[in-house]
C-alpha cells in the first residue's frame, strides 16, 4: 500500500475522516470481531453512546462502504449491521493496536 500524496505523506486525514473517533472504531471493532448486530445489540454493547450518535455514526459507516444495513419487513422491522470486505480488511490494524496496548502495559 504505498499510496502517497504530492508530500510524500500517507493519506491520514481521509483515513481518519472514514474510521476516526471514538464511535466509529468502536462499532468496526465489534463488527469485525463479534458479526453482525442488530442496532440495539449495538447500543447495549457501546457504553455512553447516545441512539442519535450511534444512528449518524452507522450512517456515516454505511455512506463509506465500511458497514452494510439490512433491514427486514417485519412488524417491528428488524435491522441489521455487518462489517464489509471493506472493513474486515482493518482486523490486522486492529489486533496491532491490541498488541501495541498490552505491549504498553507491562
Not at 5 to 27: E, F, R, T, V
Not at 60 to 79: T, W
Request: one cysteine or more.
Amino acid at each position: 500500500m504505498e499510496a502517497v500524496d504530492n508530500d510524500g505523506l500517507c493519506p491520514m486525514p481521509d483515513i481518519a475522516k472514514l474510521i476516526g473517533g471514538k464511535w466509529k472504531l468502536i462499532i468496526l471493532q465489534i463488527l469485525i470481531f463479534r458479526g453482525t448486530k442488530r442496532f440495539s445489540e449495538l447500543k447495549r454493547m457501546i457504553d455512553g453512546v447516545t441512539q442519535t450518535m450511534l444512528t449518524n455514526q452507522l450512517r456515516a459507516l454505511e455512506a463509506d462502504g465500511l458497514v452494510s444495513r439490512k433491514v427486514y419487513p417485519e412488524v417491528p422491522p428488524r435491522v441489521e449491521y455487518t462489517a464489509t470486505d471493506r472493513a474486515m480488511a482493518l482486523t490486522s490494524m486492529f489486533r496491532e493496536m491490541h498488541n501495541w496496548w498490552v505491549a504498553g502495559q507491562r
